[in-house]
């Protein structure tokens, strides 16, 4: 996902000054031709740099940054991304407006680089901004992949696959080694995702051996974990379009070059699944394949269930890992928190079998901790940016046509106008509480809200919560004495942590319990 983070100084060569200034003189000279020298009321901002506009001012942690200047210029705030004009939301009551009143205006996204390089010329949902297109793969990702209906044939494979990570995890904690979580998190999330999209585990570690001698076999959380790291910097041409032929740091090049890794990856999948023929669908790919042979939209070209199959496998891993690791990680600091969430198990569950998906809905408490995980640490920060398909107003202020429309997650969560002490992880306040993450209180949006919410949220859900609850119930976590575990970010797309998590894992319940479930360590 497209975030505005940047290393814009690295990438800018001096010969190319004259040109920045001359193009953008004219640029200035055009719009305020376009605009007919009317004067737009737009909403307030900073002062910006030629040229660049803000972008220098967003540092690392874009989400952060703007947080700190919404302070200064308000809730609805104009920035310039280079050429490219932007608002910023930062309070619950103008992303109601933008997300609810006029989600219809908002509903597209900006063309970005990523979109037109990596997948395919938008054949994807997330970076799609054509209305057609995007209406159509996401009534397949709302009906066949991701409904209610669809999630419950999921769940007991999603057990089953959590059933490994505990068995993973204690196998790697026996003789008091330390067990890395956030390795642990991503394979599970992985796996999972692997299973959904083409029923298949075991590429966390394997490699797919390529056609020719000559090419790297791929390893495919190597490419995704090189996507996220490339689309968590500023690109001058993403944002100074006539830049863009330069390709400064050579940003295209490497996109183009993990899309056709990913594509090696899929190809063979894909064509296996195909041999399979016309049989009751079993995953995301055999449903996008019975697309393909009925012609469906565009006649679903394979380019296109490469890009959908991509969208599923980077927006639905790193997520729902990196909020299960900011949860473990904030427990391992608050051990009354972590205390009473094990007696809520022991009350609910007991300790003669393992949790099950049918428990969740009673562990009211641990209901109340995941909710505070996902306040603290919206793990896209920033949503995926939205566009205005419309000139419209928001709060009396002009929002021309075309504007990127920036809703700051991490802000409304750490806002201490709507939050007591919001940088305290305290799950009591949302004990007793209806304040929910599903998109009907805005002060609580970590997975968006309106036409363009995340569609995999029930199962994102799902996971971080049975997930927390076999961990809790099967394993004493601890750390090394001494060990204090911070709460640093670090740069990156989905929020990641600065610092590796690592605890000791030892078995908690009866061996009998575990050997009954067929976990073995
Ligand atoms: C903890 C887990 C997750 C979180 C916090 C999360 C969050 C988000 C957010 C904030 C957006 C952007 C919404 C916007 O632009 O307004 C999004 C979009 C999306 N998410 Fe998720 N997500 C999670 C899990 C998943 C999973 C498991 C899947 C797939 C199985 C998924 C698939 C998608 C897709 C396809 C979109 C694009 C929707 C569109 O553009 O219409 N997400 N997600």
Redesign the pocket.
Known sequence: MEVVGMKWSENISIGSLALYVGGFLMLLLFWRKFRGGKKLRLPPGPSGWPLLGHLPLLGTMPHVALMNLSRTYGPLMSIRLGTAPAVVVSSPEMARMVLKTQDHLFAT?PRTITGEVFFYNFKD??FSSSTDH?RFV?RI?DTEI?SLRRLGNLKSFTEEEMKTTVERMLREGRDGRLVEIDRNMAQSSFDI?CR?SFNKTGYFEQKIPSSTSQEEPVHLPSVMADFCSITGGFFVGEYIPFLRKLDLGGFEARLLELRKRFSKFLSPIIEEHRQRGDGEAQDFLDVLLSLQRDGAGNGFPNDEIKALLQ??LL??TE??AN?SIWLLAELMRHSEVRQKLVDELDSVVGQDRLVEDSDLHHLKYLKATVKEA?RMY???PL??P?AASEDTTVAGYDIPKGTRLL?N?YALGRDSTVWTNPNTFDPERFVGKSTDVRGQHFELL???SGR??????E??IHR?ELRLAQILQTCVLSLPSGVKIDVEEAPGITLPRAHPLQVLVTPRLQPEIYYRNGIRF
Not at 452 to 457: I, K
């Open positions: 996204r949902m997330v995007w996401r990702f991701l995702m959904i969208n599923m927006a639905g997520t729902d909020t996902f919206p793990v896209v949503l995926v939205h809703v997650a970590p997975f968006s363009r919410a995340c569609p995999g949220m199962m994102g971080v």
